[in-house]
């Protein structure tokens, strides 16, 4: 593997793995997948063929940001329907 391709797989693996510590299924499910897929592909030594599961890997990082801003999403608007649905059932404020 050339050296810049190595640094940049290097890279992906730890911004990977950072962002694997919120994975709804566990950071250890997380880490398992993410060694395998990366030891099925430790033997390629093809630059292009590297170049594009790099890029296949930067894709996953922007899909695992969707997962964890739609998770947050979820959790807000849930929160604020709640607090909007006890506000027009006047639950939980004092009555005056």
């Known amino acids: 593997m050339a050296n810049p391709l ?10 990977l793995l950072y962002l694997g510590r919120e994975y709804p ?3 250890d ?8 897929a990366f030891m099925k592909n430790k033997d390629v030594t093809d630059p292009k ?3 594009k599961l790099v890029e296949c890997g930067e ?5 695992l ?5 739609l998770r947050e999403y979820k959790a807000m608007k849930k929160r ?5 649905l006890l506000g027009l059932l006047n639950i939980g404020r004092p009555i005056d």
């Open 65 to 69: 940001g969707t997962l964890y801003y």
């Open 80 to 84: 604020f329907y709640e607090e909007e």
């Open 29 to 36: 499910y997380f880490r398992e997948r993410l060694n395998s």
């Open 25 to 27: 299924q566990g950071a």
């Open 6 to 15: 190595r640094r940049e797989v290097r890279q992906l693996y730890k911004n």
């Open 49 to 51: 063929e590297i170049r």
């Open 59 to 63: 894709v996953v990082i922007k899909e």
